[in-house]
């Protein structure tokens, strides 16, 4: 039961471009998605959210777009650094309540010098 | 800046056992969490804690696994009678609220079960 997936296990960008993590979710009732980013060796780091009144969020080089008619949303970031190197996770639930929410297996970003 | 600690790091055990995982959240944080993430697969929500007791659980947190914040910083996970299917890395978070975009991690701690 994948409720929040993310199709592409591993992403490989060159530093100083755009880097695109998408995710796509089944359960129509979600209405609040977040980004996590996860280093090896420690634990998840909230990075960005949107709830389902907005079609996207900015925060610095962080964008996350939300297409909901298409049970979508992606995690863009501009310019991309090294340091962003991780593994991304999206989560997504119907409130904003971190009991519930449901995440998606990661993608892992490598951003090459 | 503030962080969630958790103890011990790795902790190998033989199927059978108890195991009791340790977190400290932050200090002024009031709401607790367990995730589990088994190699390879997502990170999936065990259990949240407020007010000392539990407020949700999933339906992996079955009669083997509980929850208790024994004093004033300390927030335990103890898993009964370990099976090998257990052997994952289980993160503790905290929040001050109860909003997901304000929980806090910690490192996780890798338990292996024999």
């Known amino acids: 039961d994948q409720q929040v997936k993310q199709n592409s296990p591993s992403l490989s960008v060159q530093e100083g471009r755009i880097s695109i993590l998408n995710c796509d979710y089944t359960n129509s009732m979600f209405d609040y998605f977040l980004w996590y980013k996860k280093y090896p060796a420690e634990g998840p780091t909230f990075l960005i959210s949107i709830s389902s009144i907005k079609d996207k969020n900015e925060d610095g080089r962080f964008t996350v777009f939300l297409n909901k008619s298409a049970k979508h949303l992606s995690l863009h970031i501009v310019p991309s650094q090294p340091g962003d190197s991780a593994v991304y996770f999206c989560a997504a639930s119907t409130d904003n309540y971190g009991q519930n929410f449901v995440f998606g297996p990661g993608t892992r970003l490598s951003v090459l010098p | 800046e503030p962080e969630v600690t958790q103890t011990p790091s790795h902790q190998v055990t033989q199927m059978g056992q108890e195991v009791i995982l340790r977190c400290v959240p932050i200090s002024n944080h009031l709401y607790f969490y367990w995730y589990r993430q088994i190699l390879g697969q997502k990170v999936e929500f065990l259990v949240s804690?407020?007010?000392?007791?539990?407020?949700?659980k999933s339906e992996i947190f079955d009669d083997q696994f509980s929850v208790e914040r024994p004093d004033g910083s300390n927030f335990t996970l103890k898993i009964r009678s370990t099976k090998l299917e257990d052997s994952a890395m289980y993160f503790c978070a905290s929040t001050v609220g109860r909003g997901g975009d304000t929980q806090y991690f910690g490192p996780g701690t890798r338990l292996t079960v024999l």
């Open positions: 804690f407020y007010n000392n007791e539990i407020s949700e």
